[in-house]
């Protein structure tokens, strides 16, 4: 796999250094964007969300089509307090997510909320008016000895002595029971340990698209390995380029 990706990687820079950066607009018939409009949705992007920032990156890496001061786009510090685990199992209690116009490269639109699968709900069994003899009329059979008895419950009812009943309002200072407050440490299961990530926007050249790069940081902002980035990725969306 490691192969494949270099010869990818090196094939990808090839047509890049050979081929000149899109300057006419094409995204209505190909879904593509030129450098010019790239840049122009990233001005939008900044003023929009203040969150957004130009970046100017590393000299020695710079792309020369894009302005010395806009070679990305970065957000940083984005807080991501639950893992794609937990919010699939929603998902599949909801509705499973469904990747439409999937192909052999399997690329598709991701619909996250598909139709919940749900049991027809048996009917009802509802007379029909037919069956019903609404000029039949029954009385009411009242029984005695149900409101005798509550009656009779009622009436032999204890009424308790108020010697029984301690008043506990006129208690003297001697004998008052000291009250107060112990203070502890919270568990640390109820500390709320939040990951973190820095979004960053570049501009791909060889697909003429945006691409969207993270970099994870753990509770103690230690970076974050890719196999526990990818538990915060959908898994459909793993492996994707």
């Known amino acids: 796999m490691q192969v494949k990706q270099k010869v990818y990687e090196l094939y990808k820079g090839t047509v890049e250094r050979v081929t000149g950066p899109r300057t006419v607009s094409a995204f209505l018939e190909k879904g593509v964007l030129s450098v010019p409009e790239f840049i122009l949705a990233g001005d939008n992007l900044v003023s929009k969300c203040p969150t957004w920032s130009w970046e100017a990156g590393d ?3 710079r792309k020369p089509y894009l302005p010395p001061d806009k070679q990305f786009l970065v957000t940083r ?3 991501c307090v639950r893992r794609a685990v937990s919010l699939e199992e929603e998902y599949d209690a909801a509705g499973a997510e469904v990747v439409l116009g999937d192909d052999e490269d399997g690329e598709g639109w991701l619909a996250t909320h598909g139709v919940q699968a749900s049991k027809p709900e048996e009917e009802e069994d509802i007379p ?3 069956t019903l003899d609404i000029g039949k009329t029954e009385g009411i059979n009242s029984i005695p000895s149900y409101f005798s008895a509550g009656k009779k419950a009622e009436e032999e009812e204890d009424i308790p002595d108020m010697d029984t009943y301690e008043d506990t309002g006129n208690d003297s ?3 008052a029971q ?8 919270p568990e640390d299961d109820n500390i709320l340990r ?3 990530y820095d979004v960053s926007i570049t501009y791909d050249k060889y697909y003429q698209t945006p691409r969207v790069w993270l970099t994870g940081y753990d509770e103690s902002r230690m970076p974050l390995k890719p196999e526990l980035v990818f538990e915060d990725i959908s898994k459909t969306m793993r ?3």
């Open 77 to 79: 510090n984005v807080p």
């Open 59 to 61: 000299p020695s890496k």
């Open 194 to 196: 939040t990951r973190t």
């Open 178 to 185: 000291p009250s107060y407050f112990v203070a502890e440490e």
């Open 239 to 241: 492996g994707r380029r």
């Open 128 to 130: 029909s008016m037919d």
């Open 173 to 175: 200072v001697a004998t």
